[in-house]
């Protein structure tokens, strides 16, 4: 395994002394594992969480408590985050949001190169990324432009660029094609699947769009207010969804038929707030097969066949 974690809590809190102390529970006891060269791919909807787990791993934001081992090494326990920064990557949704305006193509992507003493002169970090640009398909001769002579298709290649550049074993990608058209979605999805053949690297693939999770995850993890409520291989958890969760989020997504329901029909409500969560679990306000039990006491994760959990006292 490269990548482990066990029991993952992230509570956000804010307020204290004259203001109420408020508590967000954005992640709540999450664990799952990811192999070299793997796609987990992390859905759910807008404030599940999946944003923080992926920031959490990375140590970009200190986790509440839980563990993460990163190639054997303690992840929560390292002072000096600088050569876990080398082995793992982030790339965001809007690449312009981690690009300096005023910096050359040059600079952003070699940056890395030099933090991680990989390059010893300008000319040798030169030629590094002019060969990273043609990988992800740009020109190598746009090193000297800046960022926003792009689109924004090629500055999402430019920031896979940059997070290819200190040669890392694993990469979040936090719904970095949600912002782009289709057509400029699927050729970076495809940019993404050669980069991992070729190189190995395993992602942590965070989006709520489900036909894009489809395409790129090997297993995927469905996440529901700050919990992975199901977890499977992507073939079966698109032909054999077991929680009431997952099997909504897929009726009013993926059915083309006319005759499909609308979306509030199979999920009716909204996910809960975060800072005042449902007690037992969480889903069964929303649930059709909630009864008393699940209003009291918090489903667990469990492996109901082999390689499929689901966290549901209604299922077998
Ligand atoms: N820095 C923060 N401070 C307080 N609350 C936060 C912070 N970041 C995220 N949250 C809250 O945590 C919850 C999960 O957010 P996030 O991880 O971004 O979810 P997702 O990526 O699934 O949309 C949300 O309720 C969000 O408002
Ligand atoms: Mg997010």
């Not at 081992?69 to 990557?89: H, S």
């Not at 997070?163 to 979040?172: C, S």
């Not at 709520?208 to 499977?232: C, F, Q």
């Not at 005759?259 to 037992?280: I, K, M, Q, T, W």
Request: with cysteine.
């Amino acid at each position: 395994m490269l990548l482990v974690v066990e029991d993952l809590v992230k509570h956000y809190v804010s307020g204290g002394f004259l203001r109420r102390k408020e508590v967000v529970r954005a992640v709540d006891g999450v664990s799952f594992s990811l192999n070299e060269g793997e796609t987990l791919g992390l859905v759910g909807e807008s404030g599940s969480g999946k944003t923080t787990v992926g920031k959490t791993v990375l140590r970009l934001v200190e986790p509440t408590s839980g563990r993460i081992l990163f190639d054997g090494r303690d992840v929560t326990a390292v002072k000096d985050t600088r050569p876990l920064r080398k082995e793992m990557q982030i790339v965001y949704q809007d690449p312009m949001s981690s690009m300096n305006p005023r910096m050359r193509i040059a600079d952003i992507v070699g940056r890395p190169l030099q933090i991680h003493g990989m390059v010893s002169s300008k000319r040798e970090r030169d030629e590094r990324v002019r060969y990273l640009l043609e990988r992800v398909g740009l020109s190598g001769d746009h090193l000297y432009r800046y960022p926003h002579e792009f689109s924004g298709g090629q500055r999402q290649r430019i920031a896979i660029a940059r997070a290819l550049a200190p040669e890392p074993k694993f990469i979040v990608l936090d719904e970095p094609t949600s912002a782009l058209d289709v057509s400029v979605q699927a050729q970076i999805l495809k940019l993404l699947k050669s980069l991992q053949e070729e190189r190995g690297i395993a992602y942590l693939f965070i989006s709520h769009d489900l036909a894009v999770v489809r395409n790129i995850s090997h297993r995927v993890a469905v996440m529901y207010a700050g919990k992975v409520v199901e977890m499977a291989d992507v073939e079966e958890i698109f032909s054999n969804p077991l929680h009431p969760y997952t099997k909504g989020l897929l009726a009013s997504v993926l059915e083309p038929s006319p005759d499909a329901r609308a979306p509030e029909e199979v999920l009716p409500g909204e996910p809960p707030d975060p800072r005042n969560p449902p007690s037992g679990c969480r889903f069964h306000p929303r649930c059709p097969l909630a009864d008393e039990r699940c209003a009291k006491e918090e489903p667990q994760l469990r492996e109901v066949e082999p390689g499929h959990w689901v966290a549901c006292h209604k299922v077998g």
